[in-house]
């Protein structure tokens, strides 16, 4: 079902590289991938490493908990969400994607998937 879910999310964003539900650890859950070359563990580990550091720093400050970030590189560009406690979503998109429209179905398949993970 998971997988599903996934899938549906990559057929309505056509520059989408690769999706994974990625679990507090950085290990991909379930993934789907569409750049064969693309190291996604390396990268849900790494972005992960880096999403917590924010969210230590976020709280000190008291501006509230991380619920999503977005980072653009030269040739691609990454979103992360947090679905429930433990769980994150990893987008990453062509540099040319519609990032309103990526947001938006990042958002939806988080809504999606939490009563999956719960």
């Known amino acids: 079902m998971l997988l599903d879910r996934l899938g549906r999310l990559g057929q309505r964003l056509p520059s989408m590289q690769a999706l994974s539900l990625i679990d507090g650890d950085g290990i991909p859950v379930e993934s789907i991938a569409m750049q064969p070359d693309l190291d996604l563990e390396g990268l849900a580990a790494e ?55 990526a947001r938006f179905e990042l958002n939806r398949a988080r809504l999606l998937l939490e009563d999956d993970l719960r």
Request: aromatic share 4%; no cysteine; net charge negative.
């Open 47 to 101: 972005v992960l490493t880096q999403l917590r550091a924010i969210d230590d720093s976020l709280r000190e400050l008291e501006v509230g908990s991380l619920e999503s970030l977005s980072v653009s590189t030269t040739e691609r560009v990454i979103m992360v969400s947090s679905v429930v406690s433990g769980y994150f979503l990893l987008l990453v998109l062509g540099v040319d994607a519609n990032l309103g429209r």
